[in-house]
């Protein structure tokens, strides 16, 4: 038997093994720093769409007067506070290197930080899907009545309001289908790479 070979083979098995173990942290760094890139971009987006709808309101109510108006800045308040929540926790997800924190707290806090903003986003659309339909028959309304009065006082408003109500009550199961299409399944893969950290 020749004692250096095996002792050679020996060496190179340890030194493979250990190389191994070495880059598993970076892979496994690579794939959680891939998957926080991808669920940033989407709730990038979300929050962008938020501008998006809330600027054509505004030019409106600056175009008006009256009640309708008043009806079109308070809309476009509400979708501003919304926004101003979503990217306030938005801000606070960390993408850079932070020699404070092991990679496994920062993506415990980033995960935190994202169901939060999801759970939020849950919230306002539980309140103002359902409202959605109802304030835009009201706008439309107000553009022909001019004011509130005339408003409630027209004939099958308020059977208008209730169909348009639920029409909103369906677009919030819509809404999660394609809330739980887009970040489930990234939400479900970044919850297994902090574990794998753990062990």
Known sequence: MDLQQEWQNMNAEIASQHQEQNSWPIQLDTESHNLMQS?????????????????PI??????????????????????EIAGFLGRRDFNQIKTGVDYNS???????KNFEIINKILKGEKIW????????????????????DNNFGNLINSS??????????????????????????LFTKQIKDLQEKIDQLAD
């Open 39 to 55: 669920l940033i971009f989407k709730l990038k987006w979300k929050l962008r769409w938020i501008r998006i709808i809330d600027i």
């Open 102 to 108: 092991s990679t496994k707290q920062v993506l415990e």
């Open 125 to 144: 659309g539980y309140l103002f899907l359902p409202l959605s339909g109802p304030s835009g028959l009201i706008v439309y309304k107000l553009t022909i």
């Open 156 to 181: 099958n408003f308020v059977l208008l309001l209730c169909l348009l109500t639920l029409v909103g009550l369906l677009f919030i199961f819509i809404a999660q289908k394609i809330n739980n299409g």
């Open 58 to 79: 505004l030019i409106a109510a600056l175009l008006t007067k009256g009640d309708l108006q008043i009806t079109l800045i308070l809309m476009f308040l509400t979708y």
